[in-house]
């Protein structure tokens, strides 16, 4: 779904130029292209969707495979991998010169922007092609045996929950009935009055719902109700933390062609060049973000080690807020400079353009906290789950969603109250980041320093 999710993004200008959108060449006509724009919508959220359904198994699993020594090292592993790829991501969308590589990838509704973004995807989908292969050959999957059916609902909460004193009544009051010394059980006509005997068909209906998609959801929901106390402030905590990422994540770019560089995409001539310009320095700075994220995914384990998971989650998020809250002053500067004339703002690498790519270099560091922390405290703190890690992790992945859905809706009419611009979405993150590193501080629980531990043995491979 992935592969075909970024092909259908990629030619969303093609698609939309066959479904009805103007006939006019792109390099001249300015207006919008509807049809371009619902298929790339589409596209994006499919992406979206595939790209959740392979985050929530894979951190499943990772914590399943991990011991109680290597949640934190496999984390940090898995983040240095994340790292690798979005540096070769970051790299291919930098570079501007795909449409000059392979020019039959430009067409009337696609030019040179276009593209290089259709090229860099299609390249991305021999990458994932490759690997998905190289994964399904040689990592075999041994399915588990089926479980003995259960009652769906709340019979299996996401932590074992003490329930001695009603067992302890549940056991005083019931009779044995019929069942004699030597062990058999014979049954009486009042006990066999309250057995129910399932016929094949209905115990097949059963095993088929806890087994089928729904009962995911099921689980997922009534897990929610039997969340340990001291999950509970990691979960907020981890909203809040989305909810300051997020704003970043969807209008980094945006911001770079239009605050730092005073760029337009809807104008003609320089402003449109600046705007194009900024984009690129703007993937640059990404891919900064990218080679700090992985180093800095090295040092987690004895960060966590010596600081303690809680102070070092807390951190992360006091950055975030400080490099959110200098948006600001960047921007402030930004156009102040370009009211010293345009042709200052053309090919000249001011301190201001400079001071930009350092912040997205910056972020990488409480970026690797983030992709990693959190899941060590999720499976630390559920490690004894009766419903497994996999529940936890679902439910932490509620966290991330939640808080992007309220983002990508309520951005754009946030911007707008205040004229535009990405500025007030940047301002409300830096807020929503301090928020959750004051919570992290007073609520997130103390975990042992000492399970902090480096890996028995791990690979790369």
């Not at 068909?201 to 099921?218: I, Y």
């Not at 891919?287 to 960060?303: D, Y």
């Not at 200052?344 to 400079?354: E, L």
Request: glycine content about 10%; proline content about 6%; some cysteine.
């Amino acid at each position: 779904m992935i592969c075909f999710a970024v092909t259908v993004i990629g030619f969303s200008a093609d698609i939309g130029y066959l479904f009805g959108d103007t006939h006019e060449n792109c390099k001249t006509y300015q207006g919008t292209r509807p049809w371009a724009a619902v298929v790339f919508v589409i596209g994006f959220w499919m992406l979206d969707l595939a790209n959740n359904a392979v985050q929530g198994p894979a951190r499943a699993l990772l914590a399943d495979l991990s011991g109680p020594d290597q949640r934190d090292s496999s984390n940090a592993i898995f983040c240095s991998w994340i790292a690798v790829g979005n540096i070769l991501g970051f790299s291919a969308g930098a570079s501007g010169k795909w449409h000059r590589w392979f020019p039959f990838l430009t067409t009337k509704a696609c030019c040179e922007a276009c593209g290089n973004l259709k090229a860099a995807f299609l390249v991305a989908v021999v990458f994932l092609s490759i690997c998905t292969a190289i994964t399904i050959y040689f990592a075999p999957e041994i399915p588990l045996s089926p479980k003995s059916t259960q009652p769906a609902g709340d019979m299996a909460p996401l932590l074992h929950i003490q329930e001695n004193q009603s067992t302890d009544s549940k056991s005083h009051n019931m009779k044995p009935e019929g069942i004699y010394a030597d062990g058999y059980n014979v049954q009486s006509p009042t006990s066999n009055a309250s057995i129910v005997v399932q016929s094949p068909k209905m115990q097949d209906q059963h095993e088929s719902f806890n087994d089928g998609p729904g009962a995911v959801l099921v689980n997922l929901l009534t897990s929610m109700r039997h969340l340990p106390p001291a999950l509970k402030p990691v979960l907020l905590v981890m909203a809040l933390s989305w909810l300051s990422w997020f704003p970043f994540f969807l209008f980094d770019t945006d911001w770079m062609g239009r605050e730092v560089y005073q760029g337009d995409p809807k104008a003609n001539g320089i402003t449109a060049a600046n705007y194009h310009k900024g984009v690129q320095e703007g993937s640059f700075g990404l891919l900064l973000n990218s080679i700090v994220l992985g180093v800095s995914s090295l040092f987690i384990e004895p960060l966590c080690r010596w600081f303690g998971s809680k102070n070092v989650w807390a951190t992360s998020n006091f950055i975030v807020f400080a490099c959110m809250a200098s948006t600001t002053i960047i921007s402030a500067y930004a156009l102040s400079e370009h009211h010293r004339g345009i042709q200052y703002m053309i090919g000249n690498v001011s301190s201001v353009k400079a001071a930009a790519v350092v912040l997205f270099a910056l972020l990488g560091f409480p970026l690797a906290i983030t992709y990693s922390v959190p899941f060590s405290v999720t499976a630390e703190l559920t490690a004894d789950a009766g419903g497994g890690q996999g529940l936890a992790i679902g439910v932490l992945n509620l966290s991330i969603v939640v808080p992007q859905m309220i983002v990508a809706l309520g951005a754009g009419p946030w911007d707008a109250l205040f004229g535009g611009g990405n500025v007030p979405a940047f301002v409300l993150a830096s807020v929503f980041a301090l928020a959750a590193g004051i919570i992290a501080v007073t609520k997130l629980p103390h975990l042992s320093r000492t399970t902090y531990k480096p890996a028995v043995g791990h690979g790369f491979g």
